[in-house]
Nanobody, 117 residues
Framework: QVQLVESGGGLVQPGGSLRLSCAAS????????MGWYRQAPGKQRELVAR???????NYAGSVKGRFTISRENAKNTVYLQMNSLKPEDTAVYFC???????????WGQGTQVTVSS
C-alpha cells in the first residue's frame, strides 16, 4: 500500500505559479507511473500530467506548455510545476501512482488550488 501526501496548494492570482509536491511512503523508482489528476466543482476528474518509470511524460492539452511534471526518486517525491495559472485551473489536485497500465492504484487526499484575483 503506497500512501501519497500532497502539498503546495493554495490561492494564487491569474498568471502566477505554484509547485505541488507529492511525497510517497515508499520507493517510487519501480512504479509504472506517477501522475496528477484534478477535479473542479461540478466536473469530472481529469488527468493533468503523468510521468512514466522511464521518464516519459504526457499532459492534458489544456496545460501543455504551462505545467511540468517531474520526479525525484531519491526523495520518493513527484512535483507539478504550474505556471501561467488561469482561473479554469482551479480544482482539487490529486497525486496518483500506478503499478501497471490502466487506472491509478493509489490516490492522495488532494490539495486545493484556487486561481483568482
Amino acid at each position: 500500500q503506497v500512501q501519497l501526501v500532497e502539498s503546495g496548494g493554495g490561492l494564487v492570482q491569474p498568471g502566477g505559479s505554484l509547485r505541488l509536491s507529492c511525497a510517497a511512503s515508499e520507493s517510487i523508482f519501480s512504479l509504472y507511473a506517477m501522475g496528477w489528476y484534478r477535479q473542479a466543482p461540478g466536473k469530472q476528474r481529469e488527468l493533468v500530467a503523468r510521468i512514466m518509470r522511464g521518464g516519459g511524460t504526457n499532459y492534458a492539452g489544456s496545460v501543455k506548455g504551462r505545467f511540468t511534471i517531474s520526479r525525484e526518486n531519491a526523495k520518493n517525491t513527484v512535483y507539478l510545476q504550474m505556471n501561467s495559472l488561469k482561473p479554469e485551473d482551479t480544482a482539487v489536485y490529486f497525486c496518483t501512482a500506478n503499478t501497471s497500465p490502466g487506472s491509478p492504484d493509489y490516490w492522495g487526499q488532494g490539495t486545493q488550488v484556487t486561481v483568482s484575483s
